[in-house]
């Protein structure tokens, strides 16, 4: 008789998950994917969702889709509830799942540092439904400005407050401000969509904080010729339905959008594990669990130090970097082949886009800006899209919104349905 | 002094308001038109965004940017809750609006002749939250069946139901089964899509009711070897959330799309004219309301009889000429030229899609069926969108959904936010 294939729990299919999922490939293991959504985003491009360059489908795809010719793999669309360690089974909403190996792979949410009541006000960027929920209030603030009848409401509606000076949100300023000054300017009537004031809130002296000070300065030079109003050392002290209060002063704004914190996903609680302030659970060289070897954690979920010591990023390539590694320290337990040393990670260098011509680059022994930059940034982001398609699809788009400024997913939806006649 | 411009307000920015807009082009009229969505939809090609095959935004387009050239056009974005015909004013969420001239032309929205609570069970198809509404659905369907534990319950989350031959029941029915049958053939583990119930229901003697004999023949039976179960003369007794009732037995399906009758907006309400079993305004023959000749109904609110005393059909290219014709009847009266002759439609054929190489095209003196039908259905339809690059992404998609059959839009979006951790 045959030993029983080890199964394989994966909790989550954002870019470590993923790449867990497709390392296992060809292994004598069951892997079971689970996630919420149907679907894998690529979050780099969320922004352009939420400024209405893209669509949701050209940066989502079906999971089941993305691994349908890995046949030892199953995708479950369900919500995990809970982990029972000590009986290696996953609570979902689709039952319990039993495991051998467990990853839990779920990522990050918002933080809004013990302010939770301001996510009504100030929504954050993590899910196409973010990214469709700004884009509706960005357009809508424009057509309710076209109808107001009052000075200072208009104001209000034309200001847009980006919470956040890291990569998001100086890419939200950036594109925002482009709507403004250039894809509405001749839509309107009533209202100059050039008059509108787009004001980016960074609480540290910079923005782009984990770049290097003379990129940080490019950025900031970037985003001000472009009619964005930085505002550095300047932290939010409140937000309620018609702006932010800051230390001195408040701005009244219709739309606010928070890029400021991120917080992993219940996982510590889940898994009843040890945490860092923001909620990455503190995991061993190996990126699994203090007394549980069968049980990893990887990507923004985890707490990772690397080896200068500092803490690993909330990035993509780290997350795929962890996902690629625990799939093959499974793969040398299954085999009982020499175990793997710990986890490294590689930064292959970071970015950031500021417009329609400018991004910066940092590859720590080179550094690029302006339109060389942009270049770079938009041929990295269509190589790593999943889909033949869709990097097509993509490409196409960003040159012809180049040469014509037009952005084509300018849809309004889910307004509520008006009664019916 | 120079006279006071004459205002024109058009409400709703279907095919027929459009076009009316644009007729008052460069003529010394102030237009409004006035649409409570931002963007008109490009409704004979929704089945397919219901289908997963196109996104919103390739079929739909700003208002305001289709009329941004338009000089004298305003574009408020704004519900119409009544008219005052004496006071010759719109009543709308954005305040009263005057006018000299006015054109209705809100369309018209699904009918369950009586039944107006079978819309929770089986939603229709006119609008882009309709489209997302059942793509959701219809992806949600195979992602529970795979969860399923009962056979039963497997079987009914497996079984659609399309209700209603025409057009687009017969374009939903076919484009399930290509899902079904070779989109997802391979993405699961546990179900075989390939097992999948769809069933389409026709109250009548034939699909396609409105093309000849044959035509319906030939759709029947593409249908047929497609996988669909088409049953005619089968109404439709009662809906409820598990399934449908038939004069003979039941069908339990957890899909049910209503695909069976229209009626017109509220329009004849708000105008308190006389009105058809449809609800469709019966207007004069230059589309104009008896007693007010500067009121105008157009498109699929309007009941006009065409000149061999048939009713007008409720197409696009009948909406089009219609706000044509009411454009150049509002310019002869500001310019002060001789009246038209009274509106007469033009029909330059019929057409309906079956699945990915079948169609049917009626031009009367010409039929064409089949693959040649499905390349001059998929010309045409490229054709008529608005905007250079949406012809050139949905024909790009076509073409590679044809060779490859994917479906690039399988996004299950806005399912209830999960309790954040």
């Known amino acids: 008789m045959s ?10 299919a954002g870019f470590g998950g993923l ?23 690529f979050q780099p491009l969320l922004y352009q969702v939420a400024t209405a360059a893209l669509s949701p489908a050209e940066i989502a795809w079906p999971i089941r889709h993305i691994l349908r010719q890995q046949r030892n793999a199953t995708v479950l669309m369900a919500e995990v509830s809970g982990i029972d360690l000590a009986g290696r089974c996953v609570q979902t909403s689709a039952g319990p799942i039993s495991y051998d190996y467990l990853v839990i ?23 196409i439904e973010d990214a469709t929920r700004i884009r509706r209030s960005i357009l809508l603030a424009f057509e309710h400005a076209e109808l107001a009848h009052d000075d200072a409401e208009r104001q209000r509606l034309l200001t847009f407050v980006i919470v956040g000076g890291g990569a998001t949100g100086v890419e939200m300023a950036g594109a925002i401000a482009e709507i403004a000054r250039q894809t509405l300017a001749k839509d309107f009537r009533r209202i100059d969509p050039r008059s509108s004031r787009i004001i980016l809130l960074e609480a540290g002296p910079r923005v782009l904080p984990t770049l290097p000070e003379d990129l ?25 339905r018609r702006g932010v209060d800051l230390d001195r002063g408040r701005i009244d704004a219709s739309t606010i959008i928070w890029a400021a914190g991120v917080v992993a996903s219940p996982a510590a609680r889940w898994l009843g594990a040890e945490h860092d302030r923001a909620g990455r659970v503190l ?45 093959r320290v499974i793969a040398a337990r299954v085999d009982e082949t020499p175990s793997l040393p710990p986890f490294r990670y590689r ?23 302006g339109f060389v930059g942009w270049l770079f940034w938009s041929l990295v982001h269509i190589y790593f899209l999943i889909g033949v398609k869709n990097r097509f699809i993509v ?6 919104d180049y040469l014509t400024f037009h952005r084509g997913a300018r849809l309004i939806t889910e307004v509520p349905p008006p009664g019916r006649g």
């Not at 779920?106 to 899910?127: C, E, M, N, Q, V």
């Not at 699994?288 to 803490?311: C, K, N, R, W, Y």
């Not at 970015?351 to 800006?369: D, E, H, P, Q, S």
């Not at 490409?395 to 012809?400: R, V």
């Open 3 to 12: 030993p029983r294939r080890p199964k394989v729990v994966i909790v989550g």
């Open 19 to 41: 790449e867990a999922a497709k390392a296992l490939n060809r292994l004598a293991v069951d892997v079971t994917v689970i996630d919420r959504q149907n679907h894998h985003c």
């Open 105 to 127: 792979a779920t990522g990050a949410t918002h933080s809004y540092f013990g302010h939770d009541d301001w996510i009504d006000f100030a929504p954050g960027l993590k899910r």
């Open 216 to 240: 940080s300065r490019y950025a900031e030079h970037t985003l001000t010729r472009m009619g964005v109003d930085v505002r550095t050392s300047t932290p939010v002290i409140n937000c309620d």
């Open 283 to 327: 995991v061993r060289p190996d990126l699994s669990l203090p007394d549980h070897p069968e049980v990893f954690v990887i990507g923004d979920a985890a707490g990772v130090h690397d080896q200068t010591g500092a803490m690993v990023p909330g990035v993509a390539q780290a997350a795929k970097q962890m996902g690629r590694y625990v799939g």
């Open 347 to 369: 930064s292959f260098g970071d970015l950031a886009t500021i417009g329609r011509r400018a991004a910066v680059v940092n590859f720590g022994y080179l550094r690029l800006k």
């Open 395 to 400: 490409a196409f788009t960003w040159l012809w």
